[in-house]
């Protein structure tokens, strides 16, 4: 996953954790960045992406967005290497198209979006997302709003179990929030380790199937922390509001949950306009015309030869489109294909998780 000590090409620091970027190639495909135009890399991350588009098209500019502070200041170097043709903003990708319009990059000709996490993250116990070593059981990409502790620690047992069951798709969440529940009464679960223990003990084992038994339920708390499923729907209708006709919006996921939102998204947004009929009664309300053309029907995967090279990348896959001269399409957000919990994380509210 990480690229232990690696270096940018051109020698510029970078740390010693590098987040190796998935189906580059496919994405620069699917992007066709010209010169002359303005792309939006909304998950700057390690900035792998950004850099291939300003390599791939030297008269474009690109405008990188990350919500995590550390990402954008190891990003510096390359906007420096770059003088006028690479922006770094911190925010949320979910109001994309408020950031790009605040630094003159409305309308955009590409929007790019790689869902999660990146190696720097994940490999750093003190960000708390990982269930090997031990850190704080943390995981705000931000470092703002509730940590997963402040979840586990005020979260009622159905919530938790909610949590679990949606956005792990952890069949055993049931049991695992009685046993938070019960163990938070005894002393607070405040440590990676803690959890992964406690996750393992409920479920018996440590490997389900080769993974650690924690996987779903840290997959789930991250979610939750960082509000994942929401500001996935809520940048993908950013974009769309964003991009100017002809514009390609380019997204990669890495979950199931992520990815049937982007596909039941380009799938509404770019269904045919429905042809009157005699036979059928007029519409009440008619559909919005498509904003979007798919560029690829069926998702993109990486090759053998990436997995092989870059193990993380074995489950993302890749949906890109390209939007139409239609109106961005109002009222409807994706949010409606995402899992009920009823209410959103801490993330925006700020803190505190009551019903
Ligand atoms: C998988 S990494 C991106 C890696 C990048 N493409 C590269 O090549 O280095 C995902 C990045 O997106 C950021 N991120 C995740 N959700 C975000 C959101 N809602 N808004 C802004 N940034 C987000 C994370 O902080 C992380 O740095």
């Known amino acids: 996953m990480a690229n232990r ?25 699917a992007l066709a960045a010209r010169d002359g135009q ?24 690109v405008l990188a967005i990350d919500r995590d502070p550390t990402a954008l200041a190891s990003g510096r170097w390359l906007a420096e290497q770059n003088p006028g043709r690479l922006q770094l903003s911190e925010g949320r990708f979910g109001e994309l198209d408020r950031l790009a319009a605040a630094v003159d990059f409305a309308p955009a000709d590409g929007v790019v979006l790689d869902i999660g996490v990146s190696s720097m993250q994940l490999d750093d116990p003190e960000r708390g997302f990982a269930f090997q070593g031990d850190g704080p059981l943390d995981m705000r990409m931000s470092l703002r709003g509730p940590t997963a502790a402040d979840v586990v620690s005020t979260a009622d047992e159905a919530q ?66 960082n509000d994942e499923l929401f500001e996935l729907a809520d940048g993908l209708a950013a974009a769309e509001r964003l991009l100017a006709p002809g514009g390609r919006l380019v997204v990669v996921t890495f979950h199931s949950l992520e990815d049937r939102l982007v596909k039941h998204f380009f799938r509404e947004r770019a269904a045919p306009h429905p042809h009157a009929s005699r036979h059928l009664p007029p519409q009440v309300e008619p559909r919005p015309r498509p904003s979007f053309q798919f560029l690829n029907h069926r998702p993109v995967s990486p090759t053998d030869t990436e997995v092989a090279a870059n193990p993380r990348a074995r489950s993302a896959r890749l949906r890109a489109a390209v939007r139409t001269d239609a109106k961005a399409w109002e009222g409807a957000s994706g949010a409606r294909w995402l899992p009920r919990l009823g209410q959103r994380s801490g993330v925006r509210a700020g803190p505190g998780l009551g019903p």
């Open 160 to 225: 938790l179990a909610d949590i679990l069951f949606h956005l792990g798709e952890e069949k055993s969440a049931r049991a695992i929030a009685r046993a938070i529940v019960t163990r938070r009464h005894q002393r607070p679960i405040a440590r990676t380790s803690e959890l992964a223990h406690l996750v393992a003990r409920v479920l018996g084992r440590e490997k389900i199937a080769g993974r650690h038994a924690a996987t779903r339920t840290f997959q789930a708390l991250r979610i939750y922390v």
């Open 5 to 29: 000590g690696a270096r940018s090409a051109e020698g510029g620091p970078r740390g010693t954790e590098r987040h190796v970027p998935v189906l580059l190639a496919q994405m620069l495909h």
């Open 38 to 61: 303005s792309y939006v890399d909304a998950t700057f991350g390690a900035g792998g992406y950004s850099e291939a588009i300003l390599r791939a098209a030297p008269g474009a500019r």
